[in-house]
């Protein structure tokens, strides 16, 4: 089973609208999350980390963490045509001197002009 | 410079013959990863070096080696290639200290025939 799930697989926007993506985890180890996004022919890039409760905003990034429930989610909103791209969510574990990724597969962000 | 480099981009190898793919970064980061990324599938973790100590996950400790002769260069060796190591292989680096961002390479595309 995977342990950390994403959905939408694929979603389409309107530019200027309000994307939201999900990620849920399986595994009560992960207390770390993080946001990559991947645009075609580059390797994943972070957007942003969050590990409190609640919310944590950066520009037109809002990321919210309920730890009982496990679930990431990132919202953007005024979403412009350079966000459509792979979004992957990302759990984190420290140890051996490593920051371990366990990902999910990714949704696919389109935002429509 | 955030920059991961990996070489080649592509590489084309024959069944049963040895494939080497070399990373690069000059973050003078601590860690450096190796992921295999296939078509539908999350990235998944193959093995990481802390410094000089290589550690490799589980299910993937037979299949992988690498070699990490100074801090800023990193390989991945596989012995014989078979058709099921046909993916991407991202390179990554991350500095010690736990929750640190974890920066990736634009990979290398192997295609094994």
């Known amino acids: 089973q995977q342990k950390v799930q994403q959905s939408p697989e694929s979603l389409s926007v309107p530019e200027g609208g309000m994307a939201s993506l999900n990620c849920t985890s399986s595994?009560?180890?992960?207390?770390y999350f993080w946001w990559y996004r991947q645009h075609s022919g580059e390797g994943p890039k972070a957007l942003m980390?969050?590990?409190?409760?609640g919310d944590k905003k950066e520009g037109r990034f809002t990321a919210h963490l309920n730890k009982a429930s496990l679930h990431v989610s990132l919202h953007i909103r005024d979403s412009q045509p350079s966000d459509s791209a792979l979004y992957f969510c990302a759990a984190s574990e420290h140890a051996e001197g490593a920051d371990r990724l366990t990902f999910g597969k990714g949704t696919q962000l389109i935002i429509q002009p | 410079d955030t920059t991961v480099k990996q070489n080649p981009r592509y590489k084309l190898a024959r069944v049963g013959k040895p494939v080497n793919l070399i990373c690069s970064q000059t973050m003078n980061h601590d860690t450096m990863y190796w992921y295999q990324k296939k078509p539908n599938q999350a990235p998944k973790l193959l093995l990481f070096y802390y410094d000089k100590i290589l550690n490799r996950e589980a299910d993937t400790f037979e299949k992988f080696q690498s070699s990490r002769p100074n801090n800023s260069f990193c390989s991945l060796y596989i012995g014989s290639a078979g058709l099921e190591y046909s993916a991407m292989y991202l390179c990554?680096?991350?500095?010690?200290?736990?929750?640190?961002?974890?920066?990736f390479g634009k990979g290398t595309r192997l295609t094994v025939v």
């Open positions: 990554a680096s991350s500095r010690e200290g736990g929750r640190t961002e974890v920066f």
């Open positions: 595994d009560r180890n992960f207390q």
């Open positions: 980390s969050i590990f409190s409760d």
